[in-house]
């Protein structure tokens, strides 16, 4: 984890917002694919019940 920088492109959303982490020069490594830890809560979203209690079936777009 890693912060990119503060001026991230707002209306970009998710992929927007992946790729000006992907692109910053805080990157720790050039070799890995990083997701801004950011949610729209439909096209990413981490949970969708209490305490996450449905696992990783509520999990979308978190990993490649």
Do not use: Q
Not at 27 to 56: F, H, M, Q, W
């Amino acid at each position: 984890m890693f912060i990119a920088t503060p001026t991230a492109p707002i209306n970009a959303g998710n992929s927007g917002f992946d790729t000006h982490c992907n692109n910053s020069t805080n990157i720790p490594s050039s070799t890995t694919v990083y997701k801004a830890l950011v949610s729209d809560g439909t096209k990413r979203r981490v949970c969708s019940n209490a305490n996450c209690s449905g696992e990783t079936s509520e999990h979308i777009h978190w990993s490649h």
